[in-house]
């Protein structure tokens, strides 16, 4: 099976800018979640979309938004950049309802100038 | 904030030795996992283990959990150059939001 794929894998904007971010998921797995992981802040958890609807959200502001579609496919908006946006953004594909065994993908690596 | 702190930030081995890293978090889980990250780039899922069990293996990797002092730890026996990467405990919590909460990790560096 192929893995989480995520695009573009790199990405420079300029702030007040908006960015979308792609992942696909394992073959069949249902839940996607994104993370943002920053040198000063870590691994935070954004979101989980699970059967196109939003099940878990953390705690980032309204910028940050995303959608499930019909085939499991998600995407990751953030409108109106910041500086403090610049990190990579991983997307984590499960099987199921659980946030167990996630299986990242590469990671795009968003740069804000 | 960080549910899991891991322990300790960095650590220097030489290949062949065995490398123990410690993960402590806060509030109660549902279960424990451990990731591997190398160079910035997307996690690898090394080991699961969940709140009702104490020890779990997998290859090289031995992964314990104690519950009553919130902590858990991971052994890698054996290092190779290959397991240099940075380690990162996440705990998925069994009240409140559903979502895994990771560590700040451990940056493990083998020396040949």
């Known amino acids: 099976k192929a893995g989480v794929t995520q695009t573009p894998r790199y990405l420079i904007k300029t702030r007040g800018q908006q960015v979308t971010l792609s992942c696909s998921p394992i073959?069949?797995?249902?839940?996607v979640s994104w993370y943002q992981q920053t040198p000063g802040q870590g691994l935070q958890f954004l979101f989980e979309?699970?059967?196109?609807?939003?099940?878990n959200k953390g705690n980032f502001p309204g910028r940050f938004s995303g959608r499930q579609f019909s085939n499991s496919r998600s995407e990751m908006n953030v409108s109106t950049l910041e500086l403090g946006d610049s990190a990579l953004y991983l997307c984590?594909?499960?099987?199921?309802?659980?946030?167990?065994?996630?299986?990242f993908g590469p990671g795009t690596r968003l740069l804000v100038l | 904030s960080q549910q899991g702190e891991e322990d300790p930030q960095a650590l220097s081995i030489q290949e062949g030795e065995n490398a123990t890293m410690n993960c402590s978090y806060k509030?109660?889980?549902?279960?424990l996992q451990w990731y591997r990250q190398n160079s910035g780039r997307g996690l690898v899922h090394l080991i699961l283990?969940?709140?009702?069990?104490r020890e779990k293996h997998s290859g090289r990797l031995r992964v314990t959990l104690d519950t009553s002092k919130k902590s858990s730890s991971l052994l890698i026996t054996a290092s190779r150059a290959a397991d240099t990467a940075s380690y990162f405990c996440?705990?998925?919590?069994?009240?409140?939001?559903?979502?895994?909460?990771f560590g700040q990790g451990t940056r493990l560096t083998i020396n040949p």
């Open positions: 984590a594909s499960s099987l199921g309802d659980s946030l167990e065994t996630q299986y």
């Open positions: 073959s069949g797995h249902r839940s």
């Open positions: 979309y699970f059967s196109e609807t939003q099940r």
């Open positions: 509030t109660s889980i549902n279960n």
């Open positions: 283990i969940r709140s009702n069990e």
């Open positions: 996440a705990t998925r919590t069994r009240r409140g939001a559903q979502k895994l909460v």
